[in-house]
Structure formats: C-alpha cells, structure tokens
C-alpha cells in the first residue's frame, strides 16, 4: 500500500478537492464541522419527510459522527472519537441529496450509501476509532444547535483544525476497508 | 463474620469506572508500543501512534480513553464471610456508578427501555452485575466498562458436538471478520465454550475482561488461543480496520462443563480500549 502525502482540507469541502481524493489517502481536516449520530439524523430525515425546516442549512457542512463525553471544566469538550458510521446508512443517501459536502466516522458503509457517494460526489473519511481523547483535542469548539435535550447526541457545530483522518471511501467507491484488508491478508507480522 | 459497609462500596466502585475508563491497562500499552513495532502496514502504524498518544493524553489529563465509555459491567466475587451493612448491595454499586459517570465528566449511554422509551438515564445506570459468591472475608470488584461498537458485533452460535474445533475456529473467525474496523481493532477477542446458552455467553464476556498477560490454565485451550490469534492477524484487517498485520493482541478462551448434545460457542469481542480495573475490599 502507498504512503501518500497528508493533505490539508478546509471545510466546506469543494467538489473539485473531493475529486482528487483517493481512498487511503491521509488528510488533516480544518473548519466548521456538524456533530450528528443516530437520534440527530433520524430527526433530520423526519423533519425533511415532514417538510419542515431544519435547524441547520446542510448544503456543504461535513457530518462527523460522534457523540462526545462530557467537557471537564477549562475543556471545550471531553473524548470524541468516530461512531460506527453503519447505523447511520438508512438516512445517509437523502442528507447527500440535502447537499453535504462530506462525512466523518468508522467502518463500513451499505452498498446504498457508496452508490450515494460516488453519484453526489462526497467523500467518506475515517478517524480513529476510540482515539477520542485525542481527536478531542483537534475540536476547538463546541455548540449545540439543537435538540439539547438528546445530550450527547444533540446536533451541534464544531470547528476543528487539522482533525486527522483518512479517505475511507472515495468519490469514484473505492474503499480502503476493502483495500486494506486485501493488501494484507495472509501476511504475517 | 467481617463486615462491610455499603458506602465503601459505592466510593470504590465509583472511583474504579474512573479509573477504567481514563487509564488503559499497563499490558495493552505495552501491547501497542510492541505492534508499532511490528506492523508492517504504514498507515497500520499510523493508526497505533494515534492509539499510544491518545492513552498518554487520556491518563495525563483523566479524559476518557474513548467518548463511549459503555455500560459499566461489574463482576464482583463476594466473600461468604462478609456481611454488607449500611445499605442494600445492588443499589451501593449502582450508587458507584452514578457517582463515577458523573463526577468523572464520562458519556452516559444507557436507555430506560430498549423499544418504547429510549431515554437516557442521564447517570448510566443501571450496572450489569454479575455476582459469585466466593469462600473467604474478601470482596472483589472488577470494572469492565463496555462500549457499543464491540458489543454489537458478539456472537452465539449452539453448535452441536460433531462441529469439534473446526465449528469453534468458524465461530470466532466469522465473528472477527463481521466486526472488522467497527469493533476498534486492534482487538481482544473473549471466546466463551461449554455451559449453555447464557452461560456461553457470560463466560465470553469474562474472557474480554481478563488481563491481556493472563495465561489459560489448560495447555490445550492455551494452543487454540494461539492458534486463532495467528489466523485472524492474517485477516488483514488491522489497526482501525485499515489494513495490517496486527487485527487483535490476543484471543481468550473460557470453557466449562456442557451438556452430552451441545456444544455453544459465544465470542465477545473488546476493543483496543480494552478497560478494566481491579479492587479488593
Ligand atoms: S469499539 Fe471501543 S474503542 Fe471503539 S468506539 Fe466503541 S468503545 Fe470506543
């Protein structure tokens, strides 16, 4: 497998950036990011069919998965690392149509939701799952936008700088899951 | 007959989930700086650098290793010659684990009702205890904090005598390869043989929880352990998922009497923030 440069990005992501992306690719991610996991999106997509505003224009945000523990006092939030990204596959394809610009989580994502990727054009990067101490450090704020009341699955706005990550399924479908395993398979260590 | 008092259980187990979810284990550190050194994978590397900082960071500054530190399992082995005073058992650990959660700023992630009303405790609560009472004037309790993305992915299978070991090595390799990035690898696999179908089970979940330097007692099971373990580094799989040689630092197996028509077979995978703190009362 390559080694490949570490790209610096900025949020929102431009459409010709995403193209250039390849799976595996590492990347250091800078800018607004949306927080969202399970409950968030479920009210997403409820508020999309029931054709009621959302809290939050999506066109451009990138959704990162995750449902941080709390901040201790002095911090601007506690560890906060990916989720598996899976559970959230039923309504990834219409937040794609809504115009995100990209997604951050862990694992695996349904054959649906790479159709999705490859046809709006929107990467699916990977952070590390439970390096959440560390990638906590990379967010340097924290604002719930709404529904408080879901904790720590409540949507909220983040800036981040330099978030390290790695394209995980890039905009032509190639998976580096998929990828990596082969590259590796039978190997010993 | 010694007596123990409520309050200090509830004050031990409360500091115990801090402990647990803030400091990971002396052996898995070690575990991950040997892997640095080994993986042949760069960005497999890459991702195990991240994991040693992200441990210093965590231990540094008491911040949870990962957001989901879990349900708080509890295993407590309690002297038969102790008398709990000041307070019903059940509700001190309970009162433990609320205090932890959130005197110690750690996620709660426990829902009232899995169907109908899935709301959130707000103090992680309740436990999942699992009690044995022991000889002796001594109590134990051993901290297990358990996040989602491993736990979702376990296995039981019944399997049926004539399946032998080639059912079990199946079992655990299929569970290894469904779980792939989403379970956090570099993993610890729990492998729970014999009993029945809740035990297989619970005996799956107390393999994930032993140390990673503990030895199986039986040299047979001790082989199989090694055996798995070299199989599923040979997945591919590897750090985070990305690709590598290093998909899980050890394979556990706990085993127990079963019935002459059975043969369950439970795999409970843990994490690379493979929690767990100790402590004697
Ligand atoms: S599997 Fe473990 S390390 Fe990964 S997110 Fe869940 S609790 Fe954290």
Same mark, same amino acid.
């Given at each position: ?129 439970? +390096? ?8 340097? /704020? ?46 010993? /260590? | ?12 187990? +409360? ?93 709660? /992630? ?37 996040? +989602? ?133």
């Amino acid at each position: 497998m390559h080694t490949s440069t570490v790209h610096a990005i900025t949020t929102p992501l431009e459409s010709a950036t995403a193209r250039l992306l390849r799976a595996g690719d590492v990347v250091r991610i800078t800018g607004h990011i949306l927080a969202a996991r399970d409950a968030a999106h479920k009210r997403l997509v409820a508020c999309l069919h029931a054709k009621e505003p959302l809290p939050v224009d999506l066109h451009g945000q990138v959704i990162y998965y995750v449902g941080p523990s709390p901040a201790r006092p002095g911090r601007v939030i506690g560890a906060a690392g990916p989720t598996t990204a899976g559970r959230m596959d039923p309504y990834t394809p219409q937040l794609l149509a809504e115009g995100l610009s990209g997604m951050i989580g862990k694992g695996m994502r349904s054959a649906a939701v790479v159709e999705a990727i490859k046809q709006y054009g929107v990467p699916y990067f990977a952070a590390v799952g439970g +390096a959440g101490a560390l990638l906590g450090e990379a967010i340097t /704020s924290y604002t719930v936008l709404a529904w408080p009341e879901l904790g720590t699955e409540a949507l909220a706005d983040m800036t981040v700088v330099d978030f390290p990550a790695i394209v995980a399924i890039d905009v032509l479908g190639n998976d580096i899951y998929t990828m990596g395993r082969k590259a590796y398979q039978g190997v010993k /260590s | 007959m010694r007596e123990l008092n409520a309050a200090d259980i509830t004050q031990a187990i +409360a500091s115990l989930v801090q402990t647990a979810n803030t400091n990971l284990p002396q052996d898995m550190c070690a575990a991950l700086a040997r892997a640095r050194a080994q993986e042949v994978s760069p960005v497999g590397k890459d991702v195990l650098k991240q994991l040693e900082a992200n441990a210093h960071l965590a231990a540094r500054e008491s911040i949870p290793l990962c957001q989901d530190t879990g349900m708080a399992v509890v295993f407590a082995d309690i002297g038969q010659d102790v008398h709990i005073v000041g307070g019903a058992f059940e509700e001190a650990v309970n009162k433990g684990v609320r205090k932890g959660y959130c005197e110690g700023y750690l996620r709660k /992630s426990c829902v009232k009702d899995p169907l109908f009303a899935r709301e959130n405790t707000l103090d992680n609560t309740p436990a999942i205890l699992h009690v044995r009472i022991v000889p002796g004037e001594t109590c134990v309790f051993r901290i297990a904090p358990k996040g +989602a993305g491993s736990e979702n992915k376990s296995v039981l299978r019944m399997l049926v005598p004539a399946d032998g070991i080639e059912g079990v090595r199946k079992t655990v390799l299929e569970a290894v390869e469904a779980a792939g990035a989403n379970s956090c690898p570099p993993m610890v696999v729990g492998v729970g043989i014999g009993g029945n179908m809740e035990y297989a089970c619970l005996l799956a979940k107390r393999a994930a929880a032993r140390d990673l330097c503990s030895e199986n007692a039986d040299p047979r099971y001790r082989a199989l352990e090694q055996e798995l373990l070299m199989a599923i580094n040979q997945t591919g799989i590897g750090p985070a998922g990305l690709g590598g040689v290093t998909t899980a630092f050890a394979v556990h197996i706990e085993w127990a009497p079963t019935h002459i028509a059975q043969l369950p077979v439970a795999v409970n995978i843990n994490c690379h923030a493979a929690r767990h703190a100790e402590i004697r009362l």
